[in-house]
């Protein structure tokens, strides 16, 4: 549903997008991670038409952004950075106003009005001017505005930013219950929603596509993958760090203090192997008086660090 084949986008002095080759199928969603200036938002506002390329091409559904964008719109949704809105305007005088630009009009346009508000859940603010509106209504004003004409595609950048918790919850739910009849790319900062909403994430740092995988793939990239945390009484931690050190499989112990007089040790496998059924033969024979026993899958955040600055992945 969308194809870019080495994208590229310069503002004078700066490449802000270097040749991104990528595809989104449909029933996908796709994340968007990177540093503030990577270029997410600009390789966005060119698949959605909104910026010429320089260099490559994008094309959403077969039709190229630059030679078809109408063809290309049609099928798009789009939530821009920052969700901007007329102010002085109504939630549903904007969105009666996005819907008679594409087309739609009489009952069928209230009807899809109706549904965007009811999905967004605007119902309850569509007559108070958008201006007065709290951030996170401002910006769900922006997704109804994008899900008008039930797109194809969607194209969304940073959905969940500025929603509370249960709005966020709620937008979440709302993508992953769109997600198998579209093909969705979010970019986003918030990496635990990689893991609750995107089936794909690709990372962008200076323009370029620098990894690609699932969730699960980045978190096996981490030095937490299949770490061992074990919480014990404080007096215990350093001869059972020891121990543990002790194993072959074992690149390093960290130690921390949990509060209550006792320690958390976390136990970071040497290249991600498999440490927890070592640990626990060790704690029965040993009979550690160990009181929580946790298997971390790894740390997003330690894996995006580690690809974008070069800090170390897993030992
Ligand atoms: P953020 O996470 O902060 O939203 P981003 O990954 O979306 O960042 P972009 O907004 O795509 O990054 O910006 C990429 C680079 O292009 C930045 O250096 C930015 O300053 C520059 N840039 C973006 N739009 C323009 C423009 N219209 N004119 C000049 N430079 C621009």
């Known amino acids: 549903m969308i194809e870019i084949e080495n994208l590229g986008k310069r503002f004078g002095a700066i490449q802000a997008v270097d040749g991104i080759t990528l595809k989104v199928a449909k029933g996908e969603v796709l994340g968007f991670l990177g540093p503030n200036g990577a270029g997410k938002s600009t390789t966005m506002k060119m698949i959605a038409c909104f910026l010429a390329p320089s ?13 078809h964008p109408i063809e290309v719109k049609r099928r798009l949704g789009y939530l821009p950075e920052g969700a901007p809105a007329y102010p002085d305007m109504t939630p549903l005088g904007f969105l009666k106003f996005c819907a008679e ?4 009009s009489g009952a069928d346009r209230m009807k899809r009005i109706a549904r965007a508000a009811e999905l967004t859940q605007l119902s309850g603010v569509l007559q108070q001017p958008i201006d007065t509106l709290s951030k996170g209504f401002k910006r ?3 997704l109804a505005q994008a899900l008008l004409h039930d797109p194809a595609v969607l194209i969304l950048d940073e959905p969940t930013d500025g929603l509370d918790p249960n709005q966020k919850h709620d937008v979440r ?6 997600a198998p009849e579209k093909a969705i790319v979010i970019s986003t900062h918030i990496l635990e929603e990689v893991d609750a909403v995107c089936a794909r994430a690709v990372i962008i740092a200076n323009g370029r596509l620098v990894a690609d995988g699932t969730p699960a793939e980045f978190e096996a990239r981490s030095r937490h993958h299949n770490a061992v945390s074990l919480v014990l009484p404080a007096a215990h931690a350093a001869s059972v760090a020891t121990a543990i050190r002790a194993q072959a499989q074992v690149a390093a112990v960290e130690q921390v203090d949990a509060g209550g007089g006792q320690a958390r040790l976390t136990a970071l496998p040497k290249k991600g192997q498999d440490i927890a059924a070592t640990l626990r033969d060790m704690i029965a024979d040993k009979n550690w008086p160990v009181t929580e026993f946790h298997i971390e899958r790894g740390r997003m955040d330690e894996v995006f660090r580690a690809i974008t600055t070069g800090a170390n992945g897993h030992a």
Request: proline share 0%.
């Open 55 to 67: 260099a490559g091409t994008a094309r959403v559904c077969g039709f190229d952004v630059v030679d």
């Open 101 to 104: 630009l594409r087309g739609f």
């Open 140 to 142: 769900r004003v922006g």
């Open 173 to 178: 739910n709302l993508i992953r219950a769109m």
